[in-house]
């Protein structure tokens, strides 16, 4: 009896600590609309990829109304500081300059369902920015993608507060670009599905890293990992921080 017992403790124990039941892998790449050839190869990639455009690139407007005739998501790629360039935010601009540079930016870019930072270290820890750019967001019914590229970022604590549909990015998969890195990134990405129930990963069109997914997203769906579309990893993330960004659901940098 006592041995009966101690077993199912076992398997009870074992169940309460075993991986979520279903694992959601949502990806983004961005830098799109520099090069048709590999906005074509990222658009014909299996399964619900989001494409994050650029807004000055040559084939920006035109990209972005061909993926969205294809179904996929499209959202913008801001630039913001470090990166330079005419929609580029940068600490120390007026609001009405951040304004206007993000209604150009939108413009260039149409059926944008959100955006994402495109680099942004410096801008994204700049508090009264994103405070004013998760309400307008808000007002136009967009979402924002924090991709998270400084641990100093408030942009995804600045939407919580308000209740700005967003996410936050957890792997980069190619910030070494071959094709070993972005195939181990990528495991990494499926482990930690498996471990917290989602995971959102941001990739570049990179031939190494097209390659890669290429080869390994048709067999995702048989190691218990299902690829949604974007505005769906919203919904199941419910605006919650992942425990790498904060606590009990909130962000750390709040």
Not at 66 to 73: D, F, I
Not at 192 to 215: C, D, F, M, N, W
């Amino acid at each position: 009896m006592r041995f009966l017992l101690f077993t199912l403790f076992c398997l009870l124990a074992g169940t309460a600590h075993a991986a979520p039941a279903k694992a959601y892998m949502s990806i983004i790449i961005d830098d799109l609309g520099q090069s048709s050839e590999r906005d074509s190869r990222t658009l014909a990639l299996p399964g619900p990829v989001t494409m994050a455009i650029m807004p000055d690139t040559p084939h920006a407007t035109d990209f972005a109304r061909q993926a969205h005739k294809a179904g996929r998501t499209v959202i913008l790629h801001m630039p913001m500081d470090p990166a330079t360039g005419p929609y580029a935010w940068h600490p120390g601009l007026p609001i009405e300059e951040l304004a206007r540079r993000l209604d150009a930016a939108l413009l260039k870019v149409p059926f944008a369902a959100g955006i994402n930072n495109h680099m942004g270290s410096r801008m994204t820890a700049q508090r009264d920015a994103m405070a004013w750019l998760m309400g307008n967001l808000q007002g136009r019914e967009l979402f924002f993608v924090d991709s998270r590229t400084s641990a100093a970022t408030v942009a995804a604590a600045e939407a919580q507060a308000i209740g700005l549909a967003h996410v936050s990015r957890d792997v980069f998969l190619d910030d070494v670009r071959t094709t070993e890195a972005i195939a181990g990134q990528l495991r990494q990405g499926i482990e930690l599905a498996r471990k917290q129930g989602s995971v959102v990963l941001i990739g570049h069109p990179y031939p190494q890293t097209l390659e890669v997914l290429e080869r390994e997203m048709p067999g995702l769906k048989r190691q218990g990992i299902e690829l949604i579309e974007l505005r769906q990893m919203i919904a199941e993330r419910s605006n919650q921080a992942m425990s790498a960004h904060g606590r009990n659901g909130r962000y750390s940098n709040r």
